[in-house]
């Protein structure tokens, strides 16, 4: 086998394990879920409410927030 070929080899095997790992990685990530934004909290009516789109409250006129999922809970007690 001469260079050029032994480079070619490891040019195909370095984009095979490459392809590989990005198709596993996009098959890993969960789907996307469309944003939602809330008012924060301030005491309007609007406290809680979700919207579409980030813009400002229609009850205070504050900015809305984007809101995160809440983070998951442990089923362990410590004890």
């Known amino acids: 086998m001469c260079n050029s070929d032994r480079r070619r080899f490891l ?3 370095v984009l095979a394990v490459g392809a590989a790992g990005l198709a596993g990685a996009a098959m890993a990530q ?3 879920k469309p944003k939602v934004y809330v008012c924060p909290p301030c005491g309007c009516a609007a406290d809680g409410k979700e919207f579409p789109a980030p813009g400002a409250c229609p009850e205070c006129g504050m900015p809305l927030i984007e809101k995160t999922p809440a983070p998951k809970r442990s089923s362990f007690s410590g004890g």
């Open 11 to 13: 040019r195909l095997g």
């Open 30 to 32: 969960e789907p996307a």
